[in-house]
């Protein structure tokens, strides 16, 4: 059966799990759009984020600088996470340039003008030395021809569109699906302004929780493609390896995010089938680089310590055991830090915006703890018990050396592979058809619900940096202390715009009609469930 199969072209061999035949013709054309308008909505927050205004981003740049440049580590210095680098003018300016850090009620307008020679080369400290520099590659070459504020913006430019290609990849994945509803609305909770906003600055989070996401995704259709025509499209194999390679290798944890996606799509399928896709050339020639991707990052934290050098901060002195207590009881705090926390950790989004999430993200893990079974609710279950039980073993493990030093963003990773496993699981479960109208209001409802919380968030990070979080609107609207290159109107103008056709194409593409059986064309019913 398999070796008949394996000779039929995937493509069609598919055709039982994906929309319909137009919608095979233009998943490049639903990823170009999908990445450009998340690119547009990251520089967005790019432009209108102030210098340095985002979780320790001088240090990022530093280290990005110098990456560059060829220092990979940088000088000792008495504390372990801290080392000298060499690097332009500019970019150490922008560490003194954090006036308004910790005091939501500064406006960026505290901001001195830098005054030296941009492109001259100076030593200075950062606290990201020791980390795994793939990243920095990626994002720290425009500082080679670029100096001052073109420079920063364009590395978080380059930023954005790298992490942002991994969310577009995995949703043009998810809306080849048959039943492809429920996944992409899934897809679009994932990318919460959070993600959005550390994608829009130079640090490794969103990356590392793109990536993630995208390996789970890839990994997913590279085994579900395995299974049922005995061949492994280049593309799924293409797309996970990448992802893989870089998940592995952007912070010191990441290895841990890898294995638990690893773990969760053996769960959900069974040991032998991901054997068998090592039968793939394809596969085996990915494995080979993964590999040694592998052993590059695990090599890379032990021989500098990154994952333990982080310092001495509050807590320090507990013992692991009441450690995890408390991490445990605090466990609920880290989940609005995922949604939105601007700043440095000084501007939390609205409860309101929050609130969306909740009711979106919150819905979408019920939903399928409730309506999967077996394997299925196995693997969502697995993933939820990493999900809130991970940061406590982790924090426990160092807090009597470092102390208390987790913050929500570091739980992305394994939050998007919770929600976008928690819709893959679901949308295999229950077939939403789109012709019907409630489905359709579904559908509607959760993007504006999400679009929402998008453009509050923006504006209410923005409305910070103008006029102060205390401040009123009428002030940010009349009176703003600062703004950004361009005007506040016309980076917020930019934002709704490019949300809007991005929810515009997700809802196109979620609602085009299956190709059903004729039995179900004319059904009363909106759901239908597998057995």
Request: with cysteine; aromatic share 10%.
């Amino acid at each position: 059966m398999r070796g008949s199969d394996s000779r039929i072209d995937w493509s069609d061999e598919l055709s039982t799990r994906v929309s319909s035949p137009a919608s095979r013709r233009r998943p490049w054309h639903t990823l170009i759009g999908l990445w450009a308008l998340l690119t547009v909505m990251c520089g967005a927050w790019a432009v209108a984020t102030p210098v340095s205004a985002s979780p320790d981003e001088p240090a990022h740049m530093m280290k990005a600088a110098s990456v560059v440049r060829g220092e990979f580590i940088g000088e000792e210095t008495d504390k372990a996470q801290v080392r000298l680098v060499d690097i332009p003018a500019y970019f150490a300016y922008t560490d003194e340039a954090t006036c308004y850090a910790f005091q939501a009620n500064v406006t960026a307008a505290c901001i001195e003008p830098f005054t030296a020679d941009e492109g001259e080369i100076v030593e200075d400290a950062t606290t990201a030395g020791l980390y795994n520099p793939v990243y920095y590659l990626l994002v720290g070459w425009p500082s080679l021809f670029l100096e001052g504020p073109p420079a920063m913006y364009l590395m978080r430019l380059v930023s954005a569109i790298v992490s942002t290609f991994f969310v577009a990849a995995s949703l043009t994945l998810l809306s080849t699906r048959r039943n492809a509803v429920v996944p992409l609305l899934a897809g679009a909770v994932v990318a919460t302004p959070m993600v959005l906003f550390l994608a829009a600055s130079v640090n490794p989070n969103a990356l590392e929780a793109t990536t993630a996401l995208g390996f789970l995704v890839g990994l997913y259709f590279a085994v579900d493609a395995s299974m049922r025509t005995g061949r492994v499209p280049w593309q799924y194999t293409l797309f996970t390896a990448l992802s893989v390679i870089l998940l592995l290798n952007t912070r010191g944890l990441s290895p841990l995010w890898a294995l638990i996606v690893l773990i969760a799509v053996v769960i959900l399928f069974g040991v032998k089938p991901i054997l068998t896709l090592l039968r793939d050339r394809g596969v085996l020639v990915a494995s080979a680089f993964i590999a040694l991707a592998s052993v590059f990052a695990v090599g890379w934290s032990l021989r500098t310590s990154s994952v333990s050098a982080v310092g001495v901060h509050a807590g320090a002195g507990t013992s692991p055991l009441n450690g995890f207590i408390t991490m445990m009881e605090r466990t609920f705090d880290f989940a609005p830090q995922m949604i939105g926390l601007f700043g440095w950790m000084d501007t939390p989004a609205p409860s309101y915006i929050v609130i969306v999430w909740a009711i979106t993200a919150g819905g979408l893990v019920l939903s399928a703890l409730t309506l999967c079974r077996g394997r299925r609710l196995a693997a969502v279950g697995f993933v939820l018990a990493c999900f809130l039980i991970a940061p406590a073993l982790i924090q426990a493990s160092t807090v009597e050396q470092s102390g208390y030093i987790w913050q929500g963003r570091y739980s992305l990773p394994v939050f998007l592979v919770l929600l976008a496993l928690a819709g893959l699981a679901v949308g295999e479960q229950v077939t939403l058809r789109p012709g019907h109208a409630s489905v359709r209001r579904l559908t509607i409802g959760v993007l504006l619900l999400i679009g929402f919380g998008h453009v509050a968030s923006f504006a209410f990070a923005l409305r910070r940096y103008s006029v102060g979080s205390s401040s009123s609107w009428g002030q940010f609207v009349l009176d703003p202390g600062w703004q950004p290159p361009g005007g506040n109107a016309f980076w917020l103008g930019v934002l709704v715009v490019s949300f809007g056709l991005f929810a515009a194409l997700i809802a196109a593409v979620a609602l085009s009609r299956p190709a059903v059986a004729a039995s179900e064309e004319n059904t009363a019913s909106p759901v239908g469930v597998a057995g």
